[in-house]
């Protein structure tokens, strides 16, 4: 069976973070395997702790499943600290990984921090150059070019920065109002996707399916573009199924059909 690998961060209310990742690797078919780069403790209303894992255990974790049978994709999420931010090139280059998806995981939705604020330069300069896709949202798309991102335009201005700078990008368009749009740029150009907004409370995981979805159709021969699009069917499917189990929002379902008491 093929398989891909998802490296990040525990999402214990288990909406996002690598149990949203094991979820789309399953349910599109392929075998996951997953290194723990982060332990998050956290609930539907936030936050409250965020724990890196030793480098040498994310570095183990990697090595052990990599020698045993290549991956065809590998996603990149959350990696809080900047010597995990440094594993990661060290680790592309050396294993040789392909079709590696970094979702540049900055901040949760309800605002606390997941990445240390000194590791997002290493993340731009020395990891971003060495991955072949890069999925930030809004947020994320500002915080790495250093500009503000909030219309389509902007969006499509990050994405040909991002795209300077060596990954394919896509700037998924989640907070844009209006439309859901994402922009992407590869080595064609920028070309905008759209699709009308769906209304839902249950969010939470979104990007990590996104980013997920996107390396597993990578890892199944798509090319960048048909690979986005399957991405988007596949999110929106997840935000579609998903539902809410604590007080405050609820989380995608990359698991389809939800049935409900
Ligand atoms: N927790 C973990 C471990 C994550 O990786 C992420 C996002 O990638 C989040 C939380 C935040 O998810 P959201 O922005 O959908 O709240």
Redo the contacts with the bound molecule.
């Keep these: 069976m093929n398989s891909v690998l998802t490296i990040?961060?525990?999402?214990s209310s288990g909406?996002?973070?690598?149990q949203a990742d094991i979820k789309t690797i399953h349910r599109m078919g392929l075998h996951a395997l997953s290194a723990v780069t982060?332990v998050?403790a956290?609930n539907s209303i936030g936050?409250t702790a965020a724990y890196s894992v030793p480098t040498g255990i994310i570095r183990e974790q990697v090595e052990g499943v990599v020698k045993d049978a290549s991956p065809r994709a590998v996603k990149i999420?959350?990696l809080k600290s900047t010597d995990s931010v440094r594993l990661m090139v060290e680790l592309i280059q050396r294993l040789g990984l392909k079709n590696v998806v970094l979702?540049p995981?900055i901040k949760?939705?309800?605002g606390e921090l997941?990445l240390d604020p000194q590791a997002l330069d290493v993340l731009r300069d020395e990891l971003l150059p060495r991955v072949h896709a890069v999925t930030p949202n809004l947020p994320e798309a500002s915080a790495l070019t250093g500009r503000p991102v909030r219309s389509g335009r902007d969006a499509e201005e990050a994405a040909r920065a991002l795209k300077a700078l060596g990954p394919d990008a896509v700037v998924t368009g989640g907070h844009l109002e209006g439309r859901c749009v994402d922009v992407i740029c590869d080595g064609d150009g920028t070309h905008s996707y759209s699709g009308s907004r769906l209304i839902t409370a249950f969010?939470?995981?979104?990007?990590?399916v996104f980013s997920t979805a996107l390396a597993t159709a990578l890892g199944m021969g798509f090319g960048f573009r048909r690979a986005v699009i399957r991405a988007r069917s596949i999110t929106r499917k997840a935000l579609m199924n998903g539902y809410q189990w604590g007080a405050g929002p609820g989380v995608v379902n990359p698991l389809g059909t939800r049935s409900q008491p």
């Design positions: 990040a961060g525990s999402d909406g996002a973070g690598i982060a998050t956290q936050v999420g959350m979702d995981v949760a939705s309800t997941l969010t939470h995981g979104s990007g990590c």
